[in-house]
Nanobody, 124 residues
Framework: QVQLVESGGGLVQAGGSLRLSCAAP????????MGWFRQAAGKEREFVAGIDYSGGLTNYDDSVKGRFTISRDRAKNIAYLQMNSVQPEDTAIYYC?????????????????WGQGTQVTVSS
């Protein structure tokens, strides 16, 4: 079974930074878009950031623009989410996903494979 593996979650104070990583199997999804979503307790999964296959196009939810940065290392087949100036409302389980699609999709239905998620908790 193809898997995406997230790492880097944890507990961080408000105003701090965290970097999430999403590793794909070697050679897999190199030409696919990647995305990060999150799901807070009692809420629906929501889009955070997306990046196209080349890394040249990105999309962000308005709530994270200017604070989070998505990137990818095609050689290592890893996608990253750099989270700066985190706030308690950023607390959620963060999932990475991959989509066989053009651009940087924002809807979860577009994505085909998902990771297991990593918990991010921001304390005030």
């Amino acid at each position: 079974q193809v898997q995406l593996v997230e790492s880097g979650g944890g507990l961080v104070q408000a105003g701090g930074s965290l970097r999430l990583s999403c590793a794909a199997p070697e050679g897999a999804f190199v030409d696919w878009a990647m995305g990060w979503f999150r799901q807070a307790a009692g809420k629906e999964r929501e889009f955070v950031a997306g990046i196209d296959y080349s890394g040249g196009l990105t999309n962000y939810d308005d709530s994270v623009k200017g604070r989070f940065t998505i990137s990818r290392d095609r050689a290592k087949n890893i996608a990253y989410l750099q989270m700066n100036s985190v706030q308690p409302e950023d607390t959620a389980i963060y999932y990475c996903a991959t989509a066989y699609a053009t651009g940087a999709p924002t809807t979860p239905e577009t994505y085909h494979y998902w990771g297991q998620g990593t918990q991010v908790t921001v304390s005030s």
